[in-house]
């Protein structure tokens, strides 16, 4: 079993910026992927960035350029740095854990970007 605690969601105004980070704990191999998605209402969670164990990022379209993904292997621990903020940006954000084909998922964290 794995456990994810996020934090670093908020309210921030457009233009701002914030930092997600999601620590993971339990049993936990060398080989795995972490990675943040968001959903809205109404829309099916997305994703927005991940960083396998080999540090290699895969983001999407809306994040590139604004967004950062790095993460901290000793301590299990993935960052989002978020840049740029726009309104559309909100929406509450989840972390993600996948290891040996099993996929954990944080409680998830509110963001929003408004003024």
């Known amino acids: 079993q794995v456990q994810l605690v996020e934090s670093g969601g908020g309210l921030v105004q457009p233009g701002g910026s914030l930092r997600l980070t999601c620590a993971a704990s339990?049993?936990?191999?060398?080989?795995?992927?972490m990675g943040w998605y968001r959903r809205t209402p109404g829309k099916q969670r997305e994703l927005v960035a991940i960083?396998?164990?080999?540090?290699?990022?895969n983001y999407a379209d809306s994040a590139k350029d604004r967004f950062t993904i790095t993460r901290d292997s000793a301590k299990n621990t993935v960052y989002l740095q978020m840049n740029s903020l726009k309104p559309e940006d909100t929406a509450v954000y989840y972390c993600?854990?996948?290891?040996?084909?099993?996929?954990?998922w944080g409680q998830g964290t509110q963001v929003t970007v408004s003024s």
């Open positions: 993600n854990f996948a290891q040996l084909g099993t996929t954990y």
């Open positions: 339990g049993t936990i191999f060398r080989s795995y992927t």
């Open positions: 960083i396998p164990w080999d540090g290699r990022t």
